[in-house]
C-alpha cells in the first residue's frame, strides 16, 4: 500500500495549484480518502475528506476555511484523487499529505508530502 502525492510548489496569493496522490496495492474507492496539512509549528489537520463510495454516500466534507476554494476528486481508472486548490492564501502555505483515512491514528497510509508555499 502506497501513496504518491505530487504538484506542490511556489504560488502568489489568489493563484492556483492541483495536487495529485496516486494510489498503489490497494484500490482506492474502497477507502476514505483525505487530504491533511502541516504548517510550521501547528498539528497536522484535515483539509479535506472523501467518504468511500462502495459502503458510505462518498460525500465530501472540507476544512471551513478552504470551503469554496478547494475541491477534492478522485479518478476511479487512474485510482488517483487530486486537490484543486483556488483562490490561494498565505494561510494555505503548508506541507500537504495524502492519507488513506479521515483520521489519524495507527493503520494510516500516508503518502511523502508536498510543500505548497503561496508568497509575493
Known amino acids: 500500500v502506497q501513496l504518491q502525492a505530487s504538484g506542490g510548489g511556489l504560488v502568489q496569493p489568489g493563484g492556483s495549484l492541483r495536487l495529485s496522490c496516486a494510489a498503489s496495492?490497494?484500490?482506492?474507492?474502497?477507502?476514505?480518502m483525505a487530504w491533511f496539512r502541516q504548517a510550521p509549528g501547528k498539528e497536522r489537520q484535515v483539509v479535506s475528506c472523501?467518504?468511500?463510495?462502495?459502503?458510505?454516500?462518498?460525500?465530501?466534507y472540507y476544512l471551513g476555511s478552504v470551503e469554496g476554494r478547494f475541491t477534492m476528486a478522485r479518478d476511479s481508472a487512474k485510482n488517483t484523487m487530486y486537490l484543486q486548490m483556488n483562490s490561494l492564501e498565505p494561510e494555505d502555505t503548508a506541507v500537504y499529505y495524502c492519507?488513506?483515512?479521515?483520521?489519524?491514528?495507527?493503520?494510516?497510509?500516508w503518502g511523502q508530502g508536498t510543500q505548497v508555499t503561496v508568497s509575493s
Open positions: 472523501a467518504r468511500n463510495i462502495h459502503n458510505s454516500d462518498g460525500t465530501t
Open positions: 492519507a488513506t483515512d479521515c483520521n489519524t491514528g495507527p493503520g494510516v497510509t
Open positions: 496495492g490497494f484500490t482506492m474507492d474502497y477507502y476514505d
